[in-house]
């Protein structure tokens, strides 16, 4: 589909074999839970048996006809990827194995190279574990502070106590773009501008919006970005950090062995630059590339038109959502993306999920691994119906449905 013609999503579906799926009582899957991860289209699956059955060999060791394909194709990747998120120049693409290690590195790396006794890591109230207990662990290792910006009943972050909060002794600000229990949209440009202004250095966690929206690195103005392989339609197994050179530069590697050095003897290691010095070891080939092939698909679907259909699945959504007696939708941001979470006066959120598991609908259950998130809104878990840009409005009428037999069954 070229990306001016209108958004085609019955075109779309086609290219996910999985849509086509019978998985209960003879109904069709409604896939609702791409907030976990996403589906992938034909063109992902083929790059990856593709590599294997024709193109495999380890990169970057080989003089080999196999070795240099393999290579070419993984540095094609990180092309894709680069021009996928709109990086600068002076600005590096590193692979990992996903958005968990990605933060992993940078809050190891840069925590050890900038972060001491005193200072401060700032991140929020609606992050995803993987964005907390990082910086817990550093902040325990260095003797620095963790601290927290609030979020209102909507789940907004409360900007007022962010300008508060911020200040000479914050070394990293570590925010989501978008929440993945809550779906809120946080103002992240306005975030690295004052945080930079503080002295303060910016990780965007962009495992739910890279899936959802445009991503304009220059336009946001992060030192560092990371995002998940499996939620855009690329494999599990593979994620990407974006960071400023000029700081990965100064940063000690994160894993030692083969493919991170220049040179070894017993007595001293030298280390390759980046993004080598950060992807040691045989890295995930297959997936690396699937992921390459995952950013060109979403490219040529334009990531202006998928954000504009998903926009209209979560206004559809809300309002459809909204009608279900005793139904309450936990999160309610002016700007939202991705997920809808919700409890119901008659059900937990594992019933309201088996009930519509019997109707072939997948939504997630539980606390989406964002616990402080639950305690907030005092709740154990919601359930999250999630959108990719495969879904329909047809699917959120399922949905409906669905809630309404769980009402027959448990009110
Ligand atoms: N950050 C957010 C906001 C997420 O939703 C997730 C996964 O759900 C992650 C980070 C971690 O991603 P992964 O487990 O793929 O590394």
Redesign the pocket.
Known sequence: MAATAPYDVDRVRRDFPILKRIVRNGKRLVYLDS???SQKPQCVIDAISRYYSEDNANVHRGVHHLSQRATDLYEDARHKINSFLGTMVGCETIFT???????NLVAHGFGKGFVNAGDEVLISHM??H??IVPWQMLCEARGAKLRVIPINDDGELIMEEFDRLLNGRTKMVSV?H???ALGTVNPVAEICRKAREAGARVLI?G??SAPHMPIDMKAIGADFF?A????MCGP?GV?VLYGRAELLDRMPPWQGGGDMILSVTFEKTTYAHIPARFEAGTPPIAEVIGLGEAADYLTKLGMDRVAAHEHDLMVYGTEQLKQVPGLTIVGNAKEKAGAISFTMDCAHPHDIGQILDDEGIAVRAGH??AQPVMQRYGVAATARASFGLYNTRAEIDALVAGLHKVREIFA
């Open positions: 907030a976990a991860t194995r996903g958005a968990t290690e990605a933060i992050e995803h993987s964005n989501t978008v929440s993945n966690d495992a739910q990371v998940a392989g499996h939620k599990t994620g989406h691994c």
